[in-house]
């Protein structure tokens, strides 16, 4: 078992900034892939960033290449999220999700960011 537990959302105005991170404990060693997503009411849940806990490699949604960089210490097993240049439509409730062999098994409560134009 993997237990995340996000911390960074909040209030921000568009232009803003804000570093999200997660905070995994439990069976770590399974992990090969760290992602964070965001669920707007009415929405799907949308992919924004994923990172491999071995080689770093990254992906990003087209709605925030650019504007959003992923990353990770590996010693402390906590991801960020850095978004910078927000706008409203980031908006969500985003979420941590830790994958074991490429599926995501694992999900923190997720933390609120909300920004204002």
């Known amino acids: 078992q993997v237990h995340l537990v996000e911390s960074g959302g909040g209030l921000v105005q568009a232009g803003d900034f804000l570093r999200l991170s997660c905070a995994a404990s439990g069976r770590t060693f399974s992990i090969d892939t760290m992602g964070w997503f965001r669920r707007t009411a009415g929405k799907e849940r949308e992919l924004v960033a994923t990172?491999?806990?071995?080689?770093?490699?990254?992906y990003y949604a087209d709605s925030v290449k650019g504007r959003f960089t992923i990353a990770r210490d590996n010693a402390k097993n906590t991801v960020f999220l850095q978004m910078n240049s927000l706008k409203p439509e980031d908006t969500a409730r985003y979420y941590c999700a830790a994958a074991e062999f490429g599926a995501y098994r694992y999900w923190g409560q997720g933390t609120q960011v909300t920004v204002s134009s």
């Open positions: 990172i491999n806990w071995g080689d770093a490699g990254t």
